[in-house]
């Protein structure tokens, strides 16, 4: 019943500052919410009236009507989040067998990967023997200092870097997959050329 | 009568829908091969394939073009080929427009599209691999992903009248 009413409330107070046209309303909510491992993406939300783009966990857009641009997100208390999507949420299949996913960090300009990461090439070693994985994949990236160009190059020389050290260490070539993306793809937003140790990285993914 | 409405609405929908996956248009993807798992059910759940409707259950195959549907008590889980987790809650329709996955080829795509209820969805590889090519649409927005974790409800029409009588027809 404390479900209906809030609601309820919700419905009528959305009526009145509208002054709700006799014309039916639909309201579509999409909320944002965090990763199993704590990180958080970003959704845009597109409709015929124009964009949104929702990138702070528990923060919501909604969707008044297809010819209108979706409402600036606002933060959805937890209890609404529960009440509303409680049942898909326990549908949620199990987490326990998901990828991994492992992010290596490089010197400035360099494949030379920081002192943390040396550290935690271990850790993904050990992940990919213990899960026997046939499949491992290996994505290059840089910062936006420089051209797309010189990026891809270096990109793809980290990436390679990575490859060839899980290689020496026993890892079968056709277990990975490696790709590159130069500057395209920053982990962390920021303007070009703006030097960003975040997004000076290699991701290992580890099925 | 609201409730009718509603019904005759989702009625509708879905006889279109339903026409819709039976209209005799093959995917030129590798259509031979499913592309999810049914991990979690509850109550009501059934997918419709090409004309015939299959009660879900756990190790159930997933394939492109299938619609899954719950009830009023129904929910759903499932898990696609790129660890992409899609989970459904009561009186909710769904439809797997597409999924590629295939990292050999550098081949990459998921579009999903929910007519109504409420859902869950946990990016996966594709997300990860190939961020442009992850798109969730609903009949009034389309939602680009970028390796996340998000909620989706999607309200039937209504009618100005519903809110008095605080019966949203779910």
Known sequence: MKKWSNFFVGWIFFCLLT???????????????????????????TTNGGSQIVDKPGYATEIEDLNKAPVAPKPVNEKEINEVFGPALSAQPDLSNRFLLFILYFEHNTTKLTHESKDLVLEVLRNIKSRKSSEVYVVGHTDLVGTEAYNIELSSKRASYVRDLLLSKGIKPGALFVSYYGKSRPLVPTKNEVPEPRNRRVEVIVR | MKHTYSKTVVLSLAAFFFFLSTGGEVSPADASAPVAIVKKVSGSATVVRQGQTIPATKGLEIWENDTLRTGRNGSIGIVFNDDTF???GPGSILIIDEFVFAPRQGKFSIVIRMLKGTAAYLSGLISKLSPDSAHFKTPTASI????????????EEQKRGASQSGDLGR
């Open chain 2, 86 to 88: 899609l989970s459904m």
């Open chain 1, 19 to 45: 002054g709700c046209a006799t014309h039916r309303a639909k309201r579509d909510l999409i909320v944002l919410l965090p990763d199993p491992d704590g990180k958080v993406g970003t959704i845009t939300v």
């Open chain 2, 144 to 155: 680009g992903i970028r390796g996340t974790r998000f909620a989706a409800k999607v309200e």
